[in-house]
């Protein structure tokens, strides 16, 4: 390493390369940089292990979102297969869009640290991952590439890079794609690997959402666990189809248990989400109506990306807000507006990327009323 | 009105104390090599000095050269905005050598010591109790204690013409491997320390607040003519600024002064002898010390003496605590406000994948680092960053050591922006650099949070 590192350095043959050197030397090992100023000493943690646990958090929906790809996809033709052979199936499908995303998205990341003259940072680690999680098994993978340079230019860089972006970058390659080719990102026939033409007679690549939004607009007034063709146990395990990492409930719950227990994720966030659906879904429940609005609260939570989103995507510390107060506001506000677009809005079949979305936007908002807060504190002091 | 007044306080000392100021935010780093309690003598030191850099914003004027004869008390330099403001040698002996650094800003006045004991000057004995407020000042800034004063807002020197609304004492000391107050003063020093706190009355109308630790035996807990106030909790509840915040927060077009026990006892012996006697009890410690003890010494001191005992020569000295102390050299001096050396071992090792598989416990209060956290007790930390700079990507990590009712990331945020107003309504004026310190320790980002608030503390006094 001392011997490669001139090279590297200012003057050196290989000078231009020295933030690409840097990341990988630092992947390595730990600098032996030692505190100048202030502190003499530092916690242990660092920016690296911060983002390596988000990836372990997401391990369980990975690993299971493989598995149910193949069996889905076994499932759509009429076959069984064994545990492995799911596995592989869905491995076979998911590791070519998760090369593709980190290639492409580390890849504009380097150029951009080495152009800038800056250290490249760690942030992609977890959006790399999380755009593959948040796809349909069967998406192209130039449209991933597409996706994913978009999303780390537009939705990360142009704004100054990690820490700076206002927008989720995963979420901002998702709702590219939503928007820029709907075929590949909405319908019942995306969700399953393998072809529709394969299908065997009676089997549904239909989510959760789009069935009861249907049976909406077809004039049912109250809603039977019957129009799903998913229970509520499949659908909280997981076993049904959507996105690669999505569809359990439970592992997704497994995923937030470790960020919360590791101190990465906010707790504040993930619960207020979960809270913000529930009481969402139980106020449309008293109205009444149609099918959507007479849906038990609880299913809000356990069918499309809900606990995904709330898990892997709001709890983004960039993007979320940043005052202790308002991870409350912020995380009940992207559940409640998630249940409000997946069922006032006939567009949008899944409310949580929008939902989240949008509180991204107005995080700052809220961050800004909380400061606001405290500042009155201060002054009332004063002439208390 | 007396009466009622009586009646309250009895009803507190009743009570064994007041009510308990509970600090719950915060971060108790239990270091390696605390000092054994035995108080050793560390008057071995030959050179003592003078450091301007001790006393933020000071610009020093000379007022003796090299080859000059001083006693204990003698004026080696004065404050250039205010010639009365003294600092003066600790002791007596000859002007060895005046350091300079960058555009010849003088960094050390040394002293070499008399061998044949201190000579003081005589700066005359006086009853505080009967004396007027200018002439208690007078005396204090002759002597060169004046410095030991330090305002709120800034943590500078103090303006005598301003009169303080309180003055604020931190009885202990919560720090990593701060020295216990009984064993820095004995029954001799509480009687100047009352001496002192008897003269500090004439500084302000207002009160003078002593703050202890709750349920602790403090030989200050017997000092009259202060409001007692306990706190409990982890680090900073021992930091001033923190007391100050919960006891009586400066707000904009306030001041308040802070000063330390240790200095205190010194104006009180000034009071009743006439001598700027500056001894003092250290605690030397930290991991790479084979015996870390307490050791009476006198300000400005050098400390290669303390610290030859080492279990291993690659180490960091600092004066002061980890956190927020001074890095000096093994043959270094200590600094004015410090009653503590520690000695770390320094970090400048690689370690192979170490972000993901560390290889040895090291303080923190990520939860991620489960062993480090959970498991071990006590740390042998060193200067390693166990990381690199980074943008701000965490959040809510700040807050967790940080017991004030402050924003502390918006508040760097607005000193990186330079948005005074913004610094104004977030509460720059009840920080100092030690309050954020624990905030510098645990950032992921690894922001150099002390050094940030100390541009924007220079900042905002260049523009006020």
Redesign the interface.
Known sequence: MDKLKPHFHKGGKFSFLHSTFDAFETFLFVPNHTTRVGSHIRDGIDLKRTMFMVVIAMMPVLLFGMWNVGYQYHLSIGETASILDNFLYGLMKALPVIVVSYTVGLGIEFAFAQIKGHMVNEGFLVSGLLIPLCLPPEIPLWMVAVATAFAVIVGKEVFGGTGMNVLNPALTARVFLYFAYPGAMSGDEVWVAGSPEKWVDGFSGATNLAQVYNQSTGGATHFDPSMLSASAWDSFMGWIPGSLGETSTLLCLVGALFLIASGIGSWKIIVSTFVGGYVMGAILNMAGGNAYFDMPAYYHLIIGGFAFGAVYMATDPVTASQTETGKWIYGFLIGVLTVMIRVFNPAYPEGIMMAILLMNVFAPLIDSYVIQANIKRRLRRVTA | MCFTSNFAADLRSLSGMGNIIKIKRGKD?NLIGRAEKTIRDGASSTTYAVQPPNFKGLVPKLEVKEGDEVKAGTAIFSDKSNPNIKFTSPVSGEIAEVVRGDRRAILQVRILADTSGISYEDLGAMDPRSADRDSIVLKIQQAGLWPALRQRPYNVICDAMDVPKAIFISGFNSA?LGPETNMLFNDADLRSFQTGVNALSKLTDGKIHLSLRANEDNILSKAEGVEKHYFSGPHPAGLVGVQIHHID?V??GEVVWTIQPNHLVMIGRLFETGKYDASQVIAVAGSELNAPAYYKVISGCQVGSLIQDLKQDHV?V?SGD????T?IEKDGYLGYFDNLI?V?P???????????F?TYA????????PI?KFLKKQFR????????????????QY?KVMPM???P??LIKAILAKDLEKME???IYEVV?EDL?LC???????M????ILREGLELMESES
């Open positions: 780093i990593p927060p707000n904009k960091r600092i980890v956190l927020t102390g890095r520690s770390i320094e970090g400048d090792e690689y370690e192979f994948l170490g972000w993901l560390p090291r303080p923190t209060i990520s939860s991620s680092l480090s930390a060193n200067t390693n960053y166990h990381g690199e700079e980074r943008a701000y990507v965490m959040t809510g807050e009712d402050i924003l990331v918006q309504k977030l509460g650099e310190a510098e320790f645990v950032c992921t980002s690894k150099e949070v002390q050094q």
